[in-house]
């Protein structure tokens, strides 16, 4: 899930930009309708959103620039999936209200929420829905297979369900019980079955670590690339290994970097570091909707504001402040600042203080999900219990 491509034909690469969103939402325009159950912003609630020693709102780095109207429209979107009774009826409530300026939405968020810290420093890495060439049949430099779930892998929705329950699940079952299914490297020297498209190796193998994504056929034909099931195998990214190698420099291990070189030495070099990581993604193809891929919540992905956490750690739906600098990679904006709704897993999101955010569709937001990698200070949102009749 953590977003790079170097387009081709002059065709390929309109269509390719055809994938972009922003992920830049801007500023609602203040407005003169006050809803009348809501206090108006000189009677914000101050005391009730601060637990002894938490940080207030006003503590959080970045929050006085923060597009308040546009967090509150993502936690609309996001937070019907919670199961937590005091953020389901914060949701409720401003779902009730519709959409509010920006000094409605702010007061809002801090009369309904409070600010906790989530641990020390930990991660913050980024991830999009690449939109890439395919063919039908094979033919160079279009070799990769993309695989459908094997008929004993465990079902899509079962995965869904136990991430959004933060349970393991083996995968893929038996009627027996847990197997071992093979690695990257056996399945891709195995002869290929059920293949549902043609892909060069190194864009299957990104498309396999976002997830989902488009494949645009030569006949101008959009599918959507959606996640099935996996082989069950951690996940180990290669660069890690391309830096203690020494092909990569260790700043300059971006996604466009890595995505350069593996197809710059495409062939057996190049198989052989892809296949360091064992994890293997199969797929379903579908007509393309033009909407942002569901995350494992099964809601639509917001850019720029949806949030893969570790489902053993976190609750779908919830809501987060991210404050993520000193970045790692060359050629990265220096500060991540917002809120975020916790949307989706990863198999490379583990623990209290990792995130990796959505950064939307298309090479554009793939260039800048690639060089996310920033030290990360996370906040939760805890919701305020609605006083007692």
């Known amino acids: 899930m953590n977003w790079f491509r170097v387009a081709g034909a002059p065709l390929a690469a309109l269509s390719l930009y055809a994938c972009a969103t922003p992920a830049v939402v801007t500023r609602t325009a203040p407005s003169a309708r006050v809803p009348s159950v809501l206090p108006a912003p000189s009677a914000r609630v101050t005391a009730p959103s601060q637990a002894e020693g938490a940080p207030s709102f006003a503590d959080l780095p970045g929050w006085n620039a923060e597009d308040h109207a546009a967090a509150l429209r993502a936690f609309v979107a996001g937070c019907g999936v919670s199961r937590d009774a005091d953020l389901r009826a914060v949701c409720a409530r401003a779902r009730s209200l519709g959409p509010l300026d920006e000094t409605h939405a702010r007061h809002f968020l801090e009369a309904n929420f409070r600010a906790e810290r989530v641990g020390d420093r930990g991660l913050l890495t980024a991830y999009f829905a690449p939109c890439y060439e395919a063919r039908e049949s094979r033919e160079d430099p279009f070799i990769a297979p993309v695989l459908a779930k094997p008929t004993d892998s465990a079902s899509a929705q079962d995965m869904l369900d136990a991430a959004i329950a933060g349970r393991k699940l083996p995968d893929p079952t038996t009627d027996s019980g847990p197997t071992?299914?093979?690695?990257?490297?056996?399945?891709?020297?195995?002869?290929?079955?059920?293949?549902?498209?043609?892909?060069?190796?190194?864009?299957?193998?990104?498309?396999?670590?976002?997830?989902?994504?488009?494949?645009?056929?030569?006949?101008?034909?959009?599918?959507?690339?959606?996640?099935?099931?996996?082989?069950?195998?951690?996940?180990?990214?290669?660069?890690?290994?391309?830096?203690?190698?020494?092909?990569?420099?260790d700043n300059n291990t971006s996604g466009d970097a890595i995505m350069a070189?593996?197809?710059?030495?495409?062939?057996?070099?190049?198989?052989?570091?892809?296949?360091?990581?064992?994890?293997?993604?199969?797929?379903?193809?579908?007509?393309?909707d033009g909407r942002e891929p569901a995350g494992a919540a099964g809601v639509n992905l917001i850019p720029g504001r949806a949030l893969a956490v570790d489902p053993a750690q976190y609750a779908m739906g919830g809501l987060y402040w991210i404050d993520a600098r000193a970045p790692v990679l060359s050629g990265a904006f220096p500060v991540y600042q917002r809120l975020a709704v916790a949307l989706d897993s990863g198999g490379a999101i583990k623990g209290a203080v990792r995130a990796d955010l959505y950064a939307g569709s298309g090479p554009g937001a793939g260039r800048e999900a690639g060089r996310i990698r920033h030290v990360l200070t996370l906040y939760r949102l805890a919701p305020i219990p609605a006083p007692t009749p």
């Open 180 to 249: 071992t299914y093979p690695d990257r490297a056996e399945i891709e020297t195995a002869p290929p079955d059920h293949v549902l498209a043609w892909m060069k190796p190194e864009e299957l193998f990104f498309l396999q670590i976002q997830g989902s994504g488009v494949l645009v056929l030569p006949d101008g034909r959009r599918m959507k690339a959606v996640f099935s099931a996996s082989n069950g195998k951690p996940f180990i990214p290669i660069a890690r290994i391309l830096r203690d190698r020494g092909l990569l420099a």
């Open 261 to 288: 070189w593996l197809a710059e030495h495409r062939g057996p070099e190049a198989d052989e570091v892809m296949r360091q990581n064992p994890r293997y993604i199969f797929f379903n193809l579908e007509p393309d």
